[in-house]
């Protein structure tokens, strides 16, 4: 399998344009031309899609060229940008969201919960899987949505609307919910998976912001204006907000568990990303098990769009998911030419990992912050150690020092910590493998760890197998046996705004621009 994000390519975030280089790339990883393709899968329906537009009214100010308006210009631009001229298959966005985490999950049957902003009509959907089957038996529609709510809040939070929801999770431990009673007039539970929001405070359906004059009359005070100062108020509309949302999600997730009977749970959307309501799922819920598709979001779509396909077009399920880095690699004997070509000196440990491990650890453990570049580029939001920036988790200066002058972000936003996956019960809650970074937990270790500890005690750690991430592992063995500590602070490597690094030279550039102190490139 190979997968990649646009942005990563184009190195414009939330990338919307036709995926041409993604696509590209994944035909040369997997050795093929067109003529080894079967279908391109694409993951919603378009004419579903333009009839809930319809609906809501186009809004004013909208760009022409925006595929929704014609839903026959995603095939044509799929025929034109990519020269393709075979089938093309269309899965319902939440359908293909579904399939993304079941179809590639390890479980024989599964209970299916997707949660996000709006699909086509749905913003949340129930079902089961089962072998190769994906049922969806009841969804909530548009426009009341769980996400479309979290990005509400957000945007009067004073924070970028689909990208800035992470920020608000991270900011509700800062406060109190003091303002449950209006969240709750905001939302209401329904019977079954049902709920509403009551729209007398909502705007987006055909306004121009997010939220209606209503929300700060409810609220009592003016929405936040961006880059200004964050307040008490703010923190505890967060931690309100937070507390409202995991409440829904439990309570539907138990009513989920009831209709299915089924122990495992499988989810995806955006919503899923929010990794405090997972952990709040997994803890409190009803379900045994629970797997978040990596590329929860948008993105990852198209996992579950290939899956479908594949399944239509074998009878077959595919393999489940073991690992997310699928994306482009780099050599190091390539990347020694990109440097001597670029005439940059650098360290060559190539056929020496040891000593390279342990130039690593010496600066780690020195307070720096190392760039780490190795194997295939990850698939999703999170760095797991294929493109990440590393330091010590027990430096308590560290954490201000990665937002303030390495990721040049907001001073409150926590960091995640990387644990070899045998030491993980000994300093987190947690028993259970988390590869992918998609719930929290309680830190309980007896170690100082304040780089990776939020406010409220908790981490959202990546557990790390040798026989997944060889190197990785090797890295965080040579640092605790140095240190006596089996964890690094692990944070994506790039900087505010820009997306994730892919290529030696995206890396080169990021390090020239924020205060990192060195960069492994391979070897």
């Known amino acids: 399998m190979a997968a990649v994000e646009e942005e990563r390519l184009s190195r414009v975030k939330h990338d919307?344009?036709?995926?041409?280089?993604?696509?590209?790339?994944?035909?040369?990883?997997?050795?093929?031309g067109f003529t080894g393709l079967d279908a391109v899968a694409f993951y919603e329906s378009p004419v579903k899609k333009l009839s809930r537009q319809l609906w809501a009214g186009i809004p004013e100010g909208a760009s022409p060229d925006l595929l929704w308006l014609d839903p026959g210009a995603p095939e044509r631009a799929i025929r034109e940008g990519l020269g393709w001229d075979g089938p093309i298959l269309f899965f319902d966005h939440h359908r293909s969201h579904a399939a993304s985490a079941f179809l590639l999950a390890d479980f024989p049957a599964a209970a299916l919960?997707?949660?996000?902003?709006?699909?086509?009509?749905?913003?949340?959907?129930?079902?089961?899987?089962?072998?190769?089957?994906?049922?969806?038996?009841?969804?909530?529609?548009?426009?009341?949505?769980?996400?479309?709510?979290?990005?509400?809040?957000?945007?009067?939070?004073?924070?970028?609307?689909?990208?800035?929801?992470?920020?608000?999770?991270?900011?509700?431990?800062?406060?109190?919910?003091?303002?449950?009673?209006?969240?709750?007039r905001l939302v209401s539970p329904g019977p079954g998976g049902q709920y509403r929001l009551d729209l007398e405070y909502f705007d987006f359906v055909r306004g121009?912001?997010?939220?209606?004059?209503?929300?700060?009359?409810?609220?009592?005070?003016?929405?936040?204006?961006?880059?200004?100062?964050?307040?008490?108020?703010?923190?505890?509309?967060?931690?309100?907000?937070?507390?409202?949302?995991?409440?829904?999600?439990?309570?539907?997730?138990?009513?989920?568990?009831?209709?299915?009977g089924l122990p495992d749970l499988c989810m995806a959307g955006g919503v899923a990303l929010n990794v405090v309501a997972n952990g709040r799922i997994l803890r409190d819920g009803p379900f045994e098990r629970l797997f978040v598709q990596p590329a929860a979001g948008d993105s990852g779509g198209c996992l579950g769009a290939a899956?479908?396909?594949?399944?239509?077009?074998?009878?077959?399920?595919?393999?489940?998911?073991?690992?997310?880095?699928?994306?482009?690699?780099?050599?190091?004997?390539?990347?020694?030419g990109l440097l001597t070509a670029a005439g940059i000196a650098a360290h060559d440990f190539r056929g020496r990992e040891t000593d390279l491990l342990e130039a690593v650890v010496?600066?780690?453990?020195?307070?720096?912050?190392?760039?780490?570049?190795?194997?295939?580029?990850?698939?999703?939001?999170?760095?797991?150690?294929?493109?990440?920036?590393?330091?010590?988790?027990r430096d308590p200066r560290m954490r201000d020092r990665l937002n303030r002058l390495v990721k040049k972000r907001e001073a409150f936003r926590p960091f995640a910590p990387s644990v070899l996956a045998c030491h993980a019960a000994a300093h987190f809650d947690l028993d259970h493998p988390s590869p992918y970074m998609l719930e929290t937990c309680r830190v309980i270790s007896p170690l100082d760890l304040p780089a990776v500890t939020h406010v409220d005690g908790s981490a959202r750690p990546q557990t790390v197998d040798p026989e997944i991430s060889p190197r990785y592992a090797a890295l965080l063995e040579a640092f605790r046996r140095r240190t006596g500590c089996p964890l690094l602070v692990n944070t994506s490597f790039n900087v505010r705004g820009e997306p994730t690094v892919a290529s030696p030279a995206d890396a080169l550039s990021c390090m020239g621009v924020?205060?990192?102190?060195a960069v492994v490139l391979e070897d």
Not at 213 to 231: K, M, N
Not at 367 to 388: C, N, T
Request: proline letters at 7%.
């Open 16 to 32: 919307p344009r036709l995926p041409v280089s993604a696509f590209r790339f994944c035909l040369q990883a997997g050795g093929i």
């Open 113 to 184: 919960l997707t949660v996000d902003g709006v699909g086509e009509w749905a913003t949340t959907s129930y079902g089961r899987g089962r072998g190769a089957e994906v049922e969806l038996f009841e969804e909530v529609d548009f426009p009341h949505s769980l996400g479309l709510l979290y990005a509400t809040l957000t945007s009067y939070l004073g924070f970028e609307v689909n990208d800035g929801e992470y920020k608000v999770m991270g900011l509700a431990p800062y406060g109190e919910p003091r303002f449950l009673d209006q969240m709750r």
């Open 208 to 260: 121009r912001r997010m939220y209606s004059d209503a929300l700060p009359r409810l609220l009592g005070e003016p929405p936040r204006a961006p880059e200004s100062e964050i307040t008490r108020f703010h923190q505890d509309v967060a931690r309100s907000l937070q507390a409202v949302l995991e409440e829904i999600l439990l309570a539907k997730a138990r009513w989920l568990h009831e209709r299915t």
């Open 307 to 336: 899956a479908l396909a594949h399944v239509q077009l074998t009878g077959q399920r595919p393999a489940p998911l073991r690992h997310v880095y699928l994306g482009p690699r780099w050599s190091a004997d390539e990347i020694a």
């Open 362 to 393: 010496d600066r780690l453990e020195r307070g720096q912050v190392v760039g780490w570049f190795h194997g295939p580029l990850e698939l999703g939001p999170r760095a797991l150690g294929g493109r990440s920036l590393l330091a010590d988790p």
């Open 514 to 517: 924020s205060g990192i102190d």
